[in-house]
Nanobody
């Protein structure tokens, strides 16, 4: 089995910063794409940032210039550095990874359970 566990969420004032981490554990041969998404109350899930195993990144327009996604392949961990936070960034942040469990298996999608980020005005 593979598990993704997010950490680093919490309460922060507008203008502040937080760093989220998501560690993948279990039977892992390699990880392809890793992403961060978020879901605010009453809203649809929104893709925030993407990073490939080669380090190429992509961001949603609302977070460009404020958020940075990175990964440590040796630790099977993806990070999201969030700066200049706004109240509208309040949401549950979820990580996602495409994991190959052995050389012969396909990449399989996995989701974490999420970390709550609350930005007060």
């Amino acid at each position: 089995q593979v598990q993704l566990v997010e950490s680093g969420g919490g309460l922060v004032q507008a203008g502040g910063s937080l760093r989220l981490s998501c560690a993948a554990s279990g039977s892992i041969f390699s990880i392809n794409v890793m992403t961060w998404s978020r879901q605010a109350p009453g809203k649809e899930r929104e893709l925030v940032a993407t990073i490939t195993n080669g380090g190429n990144t992509n961001y949603a327009d609302p977070v460009k210039g404020r958020f940075t996604i990175s990964r440590d392949n040796a630790k099977n961990t993806v990070y999201l550095q969030m700066n200049s936070l706004k109240p509208e960034d309040t949401a549950v942040y979820l990580c996602y990874a495409e994991v190959k469990r052995n050389n012969a298996s396909p990449y399989t999608p996995y989701w974490g359970k999420g970390a709550l980020v609350t930005v007060s005005s």
